[in-house]
Structures are given as C-alpha cells and as structure tokens.
C-alpha cells in the first residue's frame, strides 16, 4: 500500500510539472523549454528511464525533486543525455585471422568480419593474429600480432572526420582513404595472408570466374597456359572505376587523426603511416606518402606533426614523409634514423599492394552514399553522429593538452614499474622482432610460390552456390 501512495504522489508531481512542447526532430530549439527532445539516436529507446535500475530509486519522491530541478536548470538536457548514451560508430572490421577481442569495458568479446567498433572500444590482437578495420570514412587501420588500440573518439564535420586513438602497445599501420586511383600493375597482393575476404565480389578469384566462363574450352586453355595473372586488370579497373565514382559524393572530406602512445602524440593529416611502441621502450614511427602507387596530383594536402611529453612542454615538430623516426622513452627527443633496423624496413613490405582490401573498402562506401549526402539531422537520426561546427579546433586543442599532461603522469608509473622490472622476459618482448610479421611475411612467400596451384584454378569453374560455400571455408575469420 506504502508502494501505491508513493506512485500516486510521484504521478501528481509530474503532471504539475510544465510540459515540453517542442517536436521530437526541432534541432535548433527555444532555451526557455526544458524538456524539449529529438528523435531517438539509432539502437536507442525513446524512454530515457533506465528501467534496471532498482525501483526504489527512481520512485523515491526526494531522489525525483532534485533531478527535476536539475533538469528545469538545463535546457537540453534530453539531447545531452542521448548523446552521453549513445557513442559513435568508429567502423567495422573487415578481417581478422587469429584472435582479435574487442574490450567494451572490461568483458571481452571475440570481433570477426562486420563487428563493429565504437567509441571507447580497444582491439586486441593475440599471438601470430592481424586485423584490418575499415573506420567510417574509408580510412583503413591494419594492426600486428599482441598490439592493443583504444579507438576513443570520432567527430564528423562538414570538411573533415576527425579521429582519437591510442596505441597502448603494438605495431599498426594506419592509411587515410585516398583520393586518387591506383597505378595499374600486374602482381599479386602483397597481404595475402587475409585473402579470400568475405566481401566475395571484391576477390580477384570473383573476376577469374567471370572471364573463364565466358570463354570456349580453347579460350580457356589459352588461358591457362598462360603467365599473366588473370583477372588483376580487371580487378584494377573495377578499383579505379569505384574510387571515381565515389569522390563525386564523398567530398574529399580531410581525414584527421590524433593517435596517442605513452611517449609521444603524431597528428596527421591524410597520410598514411606505421607506428610501433614497446613498454618502456622507444617508439619507431614513418609516414608513407605512397605517390610510387597512385595517379594524378594529390588533391588533400598532407601534413603530420609530433608532440613531446612533458606537463609544460607544448613544441612540436614536423615531421619527414619516407623517413623512419625513433621516439626516446622519455618522449623528449625525436631523431631521423640512418639505418633503420631492418625489421622495420621488412614490415613495410605487406602495404604496397592492396588491390583486394581496396575494391573491399570502395564497395562499403558505395553501400554507404546517404551516409555522406546526409544533413545535420539525418546525420543523427539515421547514422548516430553529431555534425562538429568550428568548436572542433577547440576539442582539437584541449586533447592534446590533456593528453599531453595524463600521459606524462602514466610514462613516470611506467618507467618505475620498467627499473623493477629490468631483468625480466616481459621487457625483452618491448622490442620490435619478427613476431610482428613472420606469419603474414610466411603467408606472402607460399602465395608466390603457389599462385599457378590448381588449388587455386579451379574456383574458375565453380557454379555460384559452390564458390560461395569454398569463399566460407577459405575466407578465414576465426
């Protein structure tokens, strides 16, 4: 009966309470209206109650008057709470060969082709494991075995998407969407450790199919019998036509990316780059223009800058496009290398032909034109993004001063556990070695040495029904 009168009162009060006129999808809104709200965000309800909660809570009389004279102080405060409920959508994953897990606080989850990533989500890669992950614009990211990366931030702008990430540990190549196409060649993917991926009109096996059944049985011999690749011209094509295609609607929006790790931050601006951080140990960075591989003049232009630790030290440096540069622990100090180690040079070995991971990533975007023909507010209600005004240079700054100043405190508590730690295995593994690559350099050496295999001739004849079940068990996403 208690319960009964406690609800009765509750219903009184809020039925005294002003009530919000404003229409669910007013984006600019009157201030003088407290309760004005909009459509819900996508996967959201339209009740902002949180129904598991315990009921004496949200039932008890004080506990309401006080949120309610809160809320009648701030105006907005519906939208503020959607938008603190529901974190943007950092991207998907287009493969993963071993064991990556997505940390969505602390339970983690095995991730797989099309999981999706969002804002606060790490990614963590296991022993002889990789990914590549497709972000929102078309960026792409690849990450190396035993790396760990916090995707923390995504604003979308009417010129420009800006990105927050932070390496923990690792090594990762990050490479913006580019603008121009791809020079024409006649080899074989250089990262074929991930092939066949599951986005099976994107394969060049899925263009194989299509010239050889078209042929008569003499075409087909001849074609057989040949050296050339077949069907990478037509891969290439069906690239270049799609990147054409979608500059017309994406705008050639700037891809920002401010990546943090423990002793130093690199800011770029459409360019490509690899990274790798030990614990307690230098980091080795190089930006890739990758002018040897595309047509035509760059339109966006690049740029990329690095900044030290220290709680005031605010310099920055530009940094050298081609050229490997070594970060001291302290992240005070940034030197050009000479020579290189020559692992480092190795592992740039698997980015220079992507044709396959390319035609993958052109036909998502492709799939995703009202994503960029959007306004401001089917932008939110359709995709679950705010549109950023000119108060993004401001959110530009204030991360990178607060992450100047917390990663500063965090690389002190590192270096002291590292001192007690100086003998031990786990600092020898803070060394960048062949783990980061041999399997995939393994996977690169067999594909040139079997690209000729019947194994791999004989999806030429294959009916649809069974080239989709041989792309199932070949196209590797445990």
């Known amino acids: 009966m208690n319960r009964f009168y406690w609800v009765l009162i509750l219903l009184c009060a809020a039925w005294m ?64 709470q959607r938008m603190m409920a529901a974190p943007e959508q950092i991207g998907k994953v287009l493969s993963c060969i071993g064991d990556c897990r997505l940390y969505r606080g602390t339970i983690p989850t095995r991730v797989r082709w099309l999981s999706r990533i969002k804002e606060g989500d790490e990614i963590h890669t296991g022993a002889d494991s990789y990914i590549w992950i497709l972000l929102t614009d078309g960026a792409l990211v690849r990450m190396a075995p035993e790396t760990s990366l916090g995707f923390l931030e995504i604003n979308v702008s009417k010129d420009k998407i800006f990105y927050q990430a932070r390496l923990n540990r690792g090594y990762l190549f990050w490479l913006p969407r580019s603008e121009r196409q791809q020079k024409m060649h006649t080899l074989h993917d250089t990262d074929p450790l991930f092939l066949p991926l599951m986005e099976k009109e994107a394969n060049l ?62 800011l770029a601006q459409d360019v490509a780059f690899s990274w790798f951080y030990g614990e307690a140990n230098q980091s080795y960075f190089k930006l890739h223009p990758r002018d040897e591989f595309e047509e035509g003049e760059r339109i966006l232009p690049i740029s990329a800058r690095f900044m030290y630790r220290g709680y005031s030290n605010i310099r920055t440096d530009d940094v050298p496009v081609d050229k490997w540069m070594a970060v001291d622990v302290d992240g005070r100090e940034l030197t050009p290398l000479a020579e290189p180690p020559q692992y480092l040079e190795l592992s740039e070995v698997f980015y220079k032909r992507l044709t396959t991971v390319f035609l993958a990533r052109e036909r998502a975007i492709d799939r995703r034109k009202d994503f960029w023909k ?31 100043r917390l990663e500063t405190t965090n690389l002190r508590s590192l270096q002291r556990l590292a001192e007690s730690m100086k003998n031990t295995e786990t600092m020898k593994m803070s060394e960048f070695d062949e783990r980061y690559f041999v399997k995939a350099l393994n996977s690169y050496y067999n594909s040139l040495k079997q690209k000729h295999a019947l194994a791999r001739e004989s999806t030429r004849d294959m009916a649809p029904i069974h080239y989709y079940g041989w792309l199932l068990k070949n196209a590797r996403q445990q």
């Open 17 to 80: 309470t002003p009530r919000a006129h404003a229409e669910a999808t007013k984006w600019v809104v009157d201030t003088e209206k407290t309760d004005f709200d909009r459509e819900p965000l996508p996967e959201q309800k339209k009740s902002l109650i949180n129904w598991e909660q315990d009921p004496r809570e949200w039932l008890d009389l004080q506990t309401w008057l006080i949120q309610r004279d809160l809320k009648d102080k701030e105006p907005g405060w519906k939208v503020r």
């Open 205 to 266: 096996t899925w263009f194989q199919r299509n010239i050889y059944q078209g042929k008569t049985d003499t075409e087909q011999w001849s074609l057989t019998a040949t050296a050339t690749v077949l069907g990478l011209k037509e891969q290439m094509a069906d690239l270049n036509r799609l990147i054409g295609e979608n500059n017309k609607f994406t705008k050639l929006r700037s891809h920002e990316i401010l990546l943090v790790a423990p002793n130093g931050n690199l």
């Open 374 to 404: 959007s306004n401001e507010a089917s932008l939110a209600s359709q995709w679950g993004y705010r549109l950023w005004g000119a108060e993004l240079k401001d959110r530009l700054n204030f991360l990178i001063e607060y992450s100047r």
